[in-house]
């Protein structure tokens, strides 16, 4: 079943490149970064259209927002139903696809519906969480929820079911119980997957917040971005874009580097 | 799932959750849950509505051109990145972030640039579809065996010529599970442009159900647009498995 | 000369040992209709080293995976001390062909596996595992993980492993595939020692007939798939001499020749 292969990256074969110093990886990046700022910048003076800030506007909003506190107490309430709704869907996904990797039965009933749900359009769900539990933290925190679990839960279910046959061999060879044999083997064989649906479902989860907050009620930077908008402020409703942008891709940075000094010896070491 | 010597199709249990929404939906428990056969009647009821219809019609429409868009970009700018350091090196960066962004952030922008209408829901199908397949094109391309890409350098083929006929074709199954996960994403892009701009397609048929509490059209809506959905991804699936089939003579 | 007199040779008045793995008409069809074994039956006499030897995908690994009571047979049994197998045992110890380390453990920790499972305290099993990591000779890389070795020092990983649980019967899927030349014949020593010193019965896979000749008390050449035992041979080779002059003794050259004439039309 093809939706059975979760979204991996493909890996890529590393190829010497000829390195000469006008290629070093950080000034190419710093370039790019440059140049992307700089068009920014000239698009703003043109300006291709009056909702359209410079990048220098931006950043000075970003500054006088970031000096008044309100940027950060944005993403204060912004990470609150983010944080719970992850947290939840984290243990209950990993859960609910471990068991669905180590039991037939338990996978028969469980994995059609969470295959379907991956590739559904969640989103349409919003109104009626809100209908059902009103404008408050609970909707938000299930919009995360749908958004992040199904992610998580098929990549669990698929790390565990394709733990490598050779290790459990050898495992039942030295004799391991069913338990010794899912602690020592199975979930250290699965994490490096069941922690990249982690990150998938986090970067779904952020989705899902910034939409409950433009949906339901805007709050925290949903707030921002909306009352900034409403009364023209372009400057600071891109600023707290770029924020929120920047925030989840350093959030998702941080629960990879979590992963590595946490739960992956082996991969500190250079290869 | 084994019952004897019986195989049980795995996707019966659906079967059984159907049937276990039926006796929810009949006890009543709450008007959120109206029995699935109510909400298979108000199906066929609404289907053939022209307001659905159109509705179904425009949003393909976005979704298409959106998907097309993201193709046209996304697997030259994918091929570019894998065959060039420099591209790859000023590029990279920028598709990871946005490949792991949270892209509704951005609608909003692409809102106020480009006026509430079809525009843009449009390139929020591209906003949600382009860097997965950027991300996988560029994977097929650095794939490809380097004896391959000297062979064609020998023969004296054109830049041109090596793109058509080495990179699209040796790269081709990456492309297309790149654009098989586009697509996947950019159902949900069409549907959440539709959400945020609200006077469009389903998007506007979302709002009179839910405001109106009609819940049996919702749920009929919601689940003719899952099925339609899932049968998409199973159909990308299954031609990607044919163009595997052919790929596995590559190696 | 042929085999049978090597045989009548080497055979001491002594009683002969008893047979501690029988193996009783096994036949094994893998799921999709592959018949790997058919009908095979063979006995290991305890304490010896019994090389199986064959063409390549003719069922080495799966008679091996059976004994150990990893894959069940078709048909027929395996007895282990004369008790039938129904699973794995503490008696049997396995080193597989392709090593089957953990990727995210350190050698330490992957050679004292076999004694995690069986719930000794760290202490004792960490002793354990280094003095096996040093019979291989990996001491100093107690703490690298897999993927910082070379194939012959990870197939040394599995082999310290299989050693650290003290088992009777050592089953050998090619432990000695991955390393060098040098390498090799210093294991080839160090089995021969383990063989001569401790009463272990090995069960070896081996695709160097070479090899086979010089460790061997007995060599089971099998046919190809569905395996059947073509011919058993026992190599009257001296031992306990200069490893060169037994490589260029005439019955260690007899019986490479006899093994390679036996085996030569299975190459084309
Ligand atoms: N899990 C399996 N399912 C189906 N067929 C299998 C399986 N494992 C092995 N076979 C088949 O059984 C036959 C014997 O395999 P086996 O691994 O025992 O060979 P072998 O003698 O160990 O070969 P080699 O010397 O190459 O290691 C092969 O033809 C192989 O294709
Ligand atoms: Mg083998």
Known sequence: MSTLITEQPIAVAPRPWTDHALLHPWLLRGLSLALVLAAWEYAGRVPISPAFPTFADTAAAWLAMLQDGSLLRALWITLQPLAIGLLISGLLGVAIGVAMGLNRLTEWFGAPIFIVLQSAPLAALIPLLTFAYGIGLTSKVLTVCIMAMPVIVLNAFNAVRHTPGSLLEMGKSFLGSKRQLILAIVLPAASPVIFAGLRLGAAAGFIGAILAELLITPTGIGDIITYSQSIADYPAMYAAIATVILFSVLFIELLEWLEIRLFRPDQRVPR | M???????????SLLIWALLWEIVGRLGLTILLPPLSAIAGRMAEIVPTPTFLAAAWITLQAFLAGNLIAIALGVPLGVLMGRSVIADRMLLPWVNLFLSAPLTALVPVIMILFGYGQTT?????????????????????????????????????????????????????????GIRLGAIRAVKGVIIGQLLVSIVGFGRLFELYSSNFLMEHFWALILVLFAVAFALAEGLGYLERRVEYYAAARH | MTPASHASQAAPAAPPPRPIVQVERIGKVYPGGVEALSDLSLDFPEGQLTTLLGPSGCGKTTLLKIIAGLIEPTRGQVLVDGQPVSGPGPERAFVFQDFALLPWASVLRNVAFGLELRGLAKGEREAIAEQQIQEVGLKGFEQHFPHQLSGGMRQRVGLARALAVDAKVLLMDEPFSAVDEQTRRKFQEDLLALVAHQKKTFLFVTHSIEEAVYVSDRIVLLSRRPSQVTRIIEPAVPRGGDPDAIRRHASYLDTVETIWRGLKHYVD
Do not use: C
């Not at chain 2, 860097?131 to 083929?157: F, K, T």
């Open chain 2, 2 to 12: 084994q019952i004897g010597r019986f195989r049980v199709p795995m996707m019966a």
């Open chain 2, 121 to 177: 829901i449009i390139l929020t199908v591209v906003m949600f579809a382009l860097w997965i397949i950027v991300l996988d094109a560029r994977a097929g391309v650095r794939n490809i065996a380097p004896s391959l890409i000297e062979m064609a350098r020998v023969y004296g083929a054109t830049p041109l010529q090596a793109f058509l006929k080495i990179h699209l074709l040796a790269a081709l199954p990456e492309i297309l599970a």
